[in-house]
């Protein structure tokens, strides 16, 4: 079955940039959206962004000066950079299946996020 | 934006008890609500989409109903496995989730 991971640097410095990268495993790319979601600690959850294969991408406006999601050429995994960070982009960070997906007709059908990676915790300190 | 409210923001209950939790949409999200169990150190699991339709392999006492900005999700018999953090989400426009709603043993 399809699985996430999410792989980058725990710890980032004030004002530089985040860079994450999810690896989809056990399925495509192709065919589905990808997304982002973050979650400070003892908070709720907060959309980041979508990406889809073919590099269609759509940002929550509150981030959208800061955040770029790309996908890979090999289709086997896609990235989140998020720049000039404070304290207050501190979360764990998921990547997730989702809003949807194309079936073999072209059809869009939008869906709730139905795989999600592990997270991974980023802490911004200096 | 739309806004998600959720609650009560905690639960307290019994292995048994029927529990309901209430998420209301700031404006008309149709149908386009999920339902999400997040446990503590855990990625959030989808347990109902389109408001009512349950995901493969969801036991059948968590039910979801509602439609316009007036949304819950029901558990019918509370399990152990159940007490955890739950979370609407509506993707009507953007994507934005509900506070969480916080199921603990009372």
């Known amino acids: 079955q399809v699985q996430l991971q999410e792989s980058g640097p725990g710890l980032v410095k004030p004002s530089e940039t985040l860079s994450l990268s999810c690896t989809v495993s056990g399925g495509s790319i192709r065919s589905y959206y990808w997304s982002w979601i973050r979650q400070p600690p003892g908070k709720g959850l907060e959309w980041i962004g979508y990406i889809n294969y073919s590099g269609s991408t759509n940002y929550n406006p509150s981030l959208k000066s800061r955040v770029t999601i790309s996908v890979d050429t090999s289709k086997t995994h896609f990235s989140l950079k998020l720049s000039s960070v404070t304290a207050a982009d501190t979360a764990v960070y998921y990547c997730a299946r989702g809003p949807g997906y194309y079936d073999s007709s072209g059809y869009y059908y939008v869906r709730g996020f139905d795989i999600w990676g592990q997270g991974t915790m980023v802490t911004v300190s200096s | 934006d739309i806004q998600m409210t959720q609650s009560p923001s905690t639960l307290s209950a019994s292995v048994g008890d029927r529990v309901t939790i209430t998420c209301r949409a700031s404006?008309?999200?149709?149908?386009?609500l999920a339902w999400y169990q997040q446990k503590p150190g855990k990625a959030p699991k989808l347990l109902i989409d389109?408001?009512?339709s349950l995901e493969n392999g969801v036991p059948s006492r968590f039910s979801g109903s509602g439609s316009g900005t007036e949304f819950t999700l029901t558990i019918s018999s509370l399990q152990p496995d159940d007490f955890a953090t739950y979370y609407c989400?509506?993707?009507?426009?953007?994507?934005?989730f509900g506070q969480g709603t916080k199921v603990e043993i009372k």
């Open positions: 389109k408001a009512s």
């Open positions: 989400q509506q993707y009507n426009s953007y994507f934005s």
């Open positions: 404006q008309s999200i149709s149908s386009w």
